[in-house]
């Protein structure tokens, strides 16, 4: 039987087919709609059996891995966000089964703050967004009232109480005076920035990026 | 010599192709392309322009993904295997065409452009074209920039420092494999700059970078684009004149549009039957550019094209060459009135693949350029190190303190063109995988052997599946289904590596297959996505 290095927090990142995977390998028979609960018990039970030597080098496998679709989800609940823009933030999430699984749930939101500080405490606003059980990404719009933005994902049961579940870092949102179209159009550029191009370049962001004025 | 400057920026890059399973593929024949008629002409360029005792300078920039591909035999092969089956069916073509004396022209002019082509590839350059680069930047002619491993767009991955260290290091190390100049500037892909990123620049021994003019113009305060600014650790940025750029490049009035020019879409590649193609290609594996193009972009009906005049295109070149240069004077001379005479440059960075690729033209009008420019005494060519290498040292002492806005050179200026709803589902992937990577780094610190084998496999498969290509390619539906299908095939051979190291074994039957067919980065290590201290 071959040796196993991993532990609980590794196995219980892995995806479940990936898990699936892992335990055909090790000889592990796993009838079909096993929780995978029950698959890192196995594949742990087998680490018991056989103890980790971390030294030893990868022992060889006559199974050739084949060509696989990438995981739907990853087994973790997190949430990412990633600049687009500075008027819109890519942001998407995934969720541990404990979470998808929870039949409370009534629905997800995202709530998307400002923030003028990189101290993530001081939210000058905040909006919310509700998406939908199998949603997994979403654009959301920055309000443009602040230096920082933060996504929080949240969920609300059934009674109507909110979960917080996790909490993307924080985004520094490119931020300008020029940005502020209508009250910068009157402001007197310097003569190197007007050479440099400033006023097309203004007016074509605005046309581009109006949202983020 | 003048102090207003011209500073060339070409950036060379081309998605990964592995010389295994892409024989005869359309990714194949584009790389080839790029040999024939952007690198190996403008190494022609600059041998004339040496030759004539020119002073040229401009830097480049290439990718190590690139220069890997330059420097794999079997492509070197395919790539002459690819000029004689070309060579020879000119000589068809010639009998196709024998009834239009026009055609029959170029056709001739074309044979003996691959032929001498080929002469060059073989005898002169002997398959290394890099060296030869090399030589030019060893006698000061050119700069040649460093430039992360694969082209990834690093604003995308700032949360995940590991991964932007490990990419700079790796594009640094390949540098060090084919010049032996030593880079004082680093290319960010695509212009991608987010706040943070040049800490890592700076971290790597590097001086300077450069930004699009909007990062720059909107940054407060701003300085303007005619002369450096630094950001507060010391690292010095050279800002992209926009407006000179769009005058090379602009899809509607750029230089290379115009009707005199040849059009390069227009190709028998396109046009003929499968069966006249067939010496050239396999056409089961799609049609491509063949090179042999025959008609002017001027608009015409299908049954009324305007053939391709050669002469025509040639003075339109050094018509082109000129306005370009008489531009950037007139502007420099005014930046520089402004700025109570201090030192003015005018920074154009664009795609190397404009020249001889869009515009077939692009690289006469560019040696024009380099040649005229040398001659005028109004304006000069410069290098980036050379426009101010006092101020490098301690460059926040003496340059406008400056915090860059997060920008590209997209259209967008941001990041839209890699951030869509046809490539924004790759994101949980490649950074998932990034994690992991950092997460193995650090879990197998000193392993040998096979495991050792294996990360650094998965090193190449996470680098190459952070590729802009793929992200880019999205956005065109014919290329879209590769992309989808090259980025899987890294994901998933990562993720194949990451549950062996967690299983502790492998097939080495797989990993022997997959090292073959990403033949690239052979020195690699691991560790460099090991967490700093």
Known sequence: MKNMVSNRIHLESLSTNEL????????????EGLNRRFIIGELLDLQNDFPIDSSSDLAESKVVPKHKKLPLSYNETLITALLRDPGWIFVYWDFHSSVSHNTS?????????????????????????????SDRKWYVHFPGNGYYSRIDLYYTDKNGKEIFLAKTELIEIPYSDYFD?????????????ELSGITELRKNHFRNHRESF | MTDKSLIFVLDAQHPFISSVDCVGSIEENKFFDALTYTYLPLLRSCSNLEAEGIAFKFAVVFSPVLCEMFNNPYLQLRYVEHLDKSIAYGQEELIRCAHESELCALIEKHIDFLTTIRLEYVEIYSHNILAKFDYFANHGFIEILATTATPAFLPMYVDIPESISAQ????????????????????????????????????????????DAHSMLFATPSSGIFTASAT????????????????????????????????????????????????????????????????????????NRTPYNPLQAKKLVHEHATDFLKNRITILEKASKLLEDTPVHSVCAFPIQLLGGSWFEGVSWFESVLRYASSNESISLSLPKLVCPQSFVNAQEQLPIVKPLHSSWFNSGYSEEV???????????????????????????????????SLNMAVREVLLAQSLDWFLSRNNIEDAENARQ???????????????????FISTEWLTTTEKKHIIFNDINYRVFRQKQ
């Not at chain 2, 030593?182 to 892909?189: A, K, Q, S």
Request: with cysteine.
């Open chain 1, 20 to 31: 699936i995977y892992l335990a055909e390998s090790n000889g592990i028979d796993i009838p």
């Open chain 1, 105 to 133: 749930i009534d629905f997800y939101f995202l709530r998307i703050h400002s923030l003028n500080k990189i101290d993530d405490s001081a939210s000058t606003s905040y909006y919310d967004v509700k998406v939908g059980i």
């Open chain 1, 181 to 193: 179209f209508y009250h910068s159009k009157n402001k007197k550029n310097s003569p190197i920035l």
């Open chain 2, 168 to 211: 700079i290091e790796i594009g640094l190390t390949s540098f060090r494999n084919y010049f032996t100049t030593f880079p004082d500037g680093f290319w960010l892909p695509a212009m991608g700059y987010a706040p943070g990123i040049e800490q890592h620049i700076k971290d790597y021994g590097f001086k300077y970078t450069f930004i």
């Open chain 2, 232 to 303: 507060s650790n010391g690292l010095t940025f050279f800002s992209r004149d926009k407006n000179a750029c769009l005058e090379i490049l602009d899809s509607e009035t750029g230089f290379y549009t115009h009707d005199g020019y040849l059009d390069v879409d227009r190709d028998i590649g396109f046009e003929l039957d499968h069966s006249c193609l067939e010496p050239l290609f396999d056409s089961a594996l799609g049609r491509r550019n063949t090179g042999f193009r025959y008609w002017s972009r001027k608009e015409n009906s299908q049954s």
């Open chain 2, 419 to 453: 951030l869509n709803s046809t490539n924004d589902w790759m994101y949980p992937y490649i950074r998932k995988t990034l994690v992991r990577m950092v997460d193995l780094a650090s879990r197998f610190p000193d392993d040998t052997g096979l495991k050792e084998r």
């Open chain 2, 486 to 504: 090259k980025f899987e095939e890294h994901v998933n051979a990562f993720t194949v590596v990451f549950e062996s190291l967690g299983s502790n």
